[in-house]
């Protein structure tokens, strides 16, 4: 067991370091993140053996591809079949830390030690106690919530991941023509539902075939797996994650949830939006995707890249391109054969989603600006009133102490003046008698 010295030590550098990181602007941040962890994926990939031996990438395209999948940006300069199981393994934990809950579940946890330290501040700056044990309450109410939501996220992220590996693989195991389609290039069934999984929730679009998803058209179960996975991961993830929420508060009827929810401003969370938010996001996703369906459906329904599916293959396969239009880039199709209008309407799609979305959060966080403001304020004139109050007590009691000196100290003057006047006259007694 290490001396309560270093023990001490410890805790103190920690506690700078945090300290350090909380003034510096969280753009830098963000940067040396992902700097740091894409050179460490290009190192990995560098001594890492590819799949064929006689394969020798550059070394630019190694980096290209950490940076990629450490940024889930979709883009690859090299066939994904080159690469060897240890090789997409560094990938599948590059695009584990880059995906936007991970990155998010990480925004929660730095927030909530940089809170609890302003708090342990607050307290060493001795705060008068008639106002410090309504901010503790308070301060520790917000600590517990965002303690619980870090956990929310947590679960959600594993959550996602175990339960779309699971059913990628349990469809592989009962489909066995998907399963053939891996063993006939030499691809591991279970490391493929891995990759899947984790490229799909991070909506990064790699997918460990050289044909992306096209070899996979006609399995409409896996797509549909995948579509919900793109949306969950990315898309509708803050309306999941204020789902979540309310559920776990309807479950356990604990007061943290019902904090998040109500103070969703306070827990300094982008994607924790108010119940109104959530579902209008929801709706514009769903509005969205609706339109491509309709439009690619009526261009696109009898051509040649949609040859060769059933009704219900195609319907899926469309829904599956329209929702991976956005951010996944996943593709059943080859996106050369397709309709100049589509691909016009697809790009339409990308900015206005980004668009709309951005928009969407700015107003809320206008919203949510305001609000703290005018909360903040209310609470300071609160704390205000509370402290002046005090001030007030303090001062009456001060007044009717040194009242009651006074006339302790007038009693005392006045006994004294008694025994005074009896002295003297027991001296002019003594005196007379003498004589």
């Not at 261009?299 to 060769?308: C, F, R, V, Y």
């Not at 206005?352 to 979305?357: C, D, K, M, Y």
Request: charged share 15%.
């Amino acid at each position: 067991m290490p001396p309560p010295s270093t023990v001490m030590d410890i805790s103190f550098h920690r506690k700078s370091l945090i300290h350090l990181l909380s003034q510096v602007n969280p753009f830098w941040i963000q940067f040396f993140y992902f700097l740091s962890s894409s050179i460490t994926g290009f190192l990995l990939l560098k001594l890492l053996p590819t799949r064929d031996a006689t394969s020798r990438p550059t070394n630019v395209d190694l980096l290209f591809m950490s940076v990629s999948a450490n940024t889930v940006s979709s883009m690859d300069t090299m066939e994904m079949e080159v690469f060897s199981n240890y090789q997409l393994a560094v990938l599948t934990l590059l695009m584990v830390i880059g995906g936007e809950v991970f990155i998010s579940m990480l925004s929660v946890h730095f927030t909530q030690i940089t809170s609890q330290m302003r708090d342990s501040s607050l307290d060493e700056a001795g705060t008068e106690l008639a106002t410090l044990s309504d901010q503790r309450r308070s301060s520790d109410l917000k600590f517990s919530s965002r303690k619980h939501l870090f956990f929310v996220v947590l679960g959600y992220l594993l959550v996602g991941h175990v339960v779309g590996f699971l059913l990628i693989l349990v469809y592989l195991r009962l489909v066995p023509e998907a399963g053939a389609v891996l063993e006939r290039k030499g691809i591991n069934a279970s490391l493929f539902s891995i990759f899947i999984t984790v490229s799909t929730f991070a909506n990064c679009g790699f997918v460990p075939t050289n044909e992306n998803m096209v070899v996979f058209r006609t399995y409409s179960g896996l797509l549909l797996i995948l579509t919900v996975q793109v949306l969950v991961g990315n898309t509708l993830y803050a309306s999941c994650l204020w789902a979540v929420i309310w559920l776990l508060k309807k479950l356990t009827k604990r007061r943290e949830y019902d904090y998040l929810l109500t103070n969703y401003g306070e827990m300094e969370c982008n994607h924790l939006l108010p119940g109104s938010q959530s579902l209008y996001l929801a709706l514009t996703v769903a509005g969205l995707v609706l339109v491509q369906f309709g439009l690619f459906c009526c261009m696109e329904w009898t051509s040649e890249i949609l040859s060769g599916l059933s009704t219900y293959q195609k319907v899926v396969g469309v829904v599956f391109q329209c929702v991976n239009s956005r951010y996944a880039g996943e593709t059943i199709v080859d996106l050369a054969a397709v309709a100049p209008a589509i691909l016009v309407l697809f790009v339409v799609m990308m900015y206005a989603r980004t668009v709309l979305f951005v928009a969407s959060l700015c107003i809320w966080n206008g919203w949510v600006h305001n609000g703290v403001q005018l909360q903040a304020a209310s609470e300071g004139r609160r704390t205000l009133q509370r402290r002046v109050g005090w001030v007030l007590s303090e001062m009456e009691q001060q007044r009717e102490t040194c009242a009651h000196r006074c006339h302790v100290i007038r009693q005392v003057e006045k006994v004294q003046h008694e025994r005074w006047q009896t002295l003297e006259i027991y001296i002019s007694l003594i005196h007379a008698w003498k004589v």
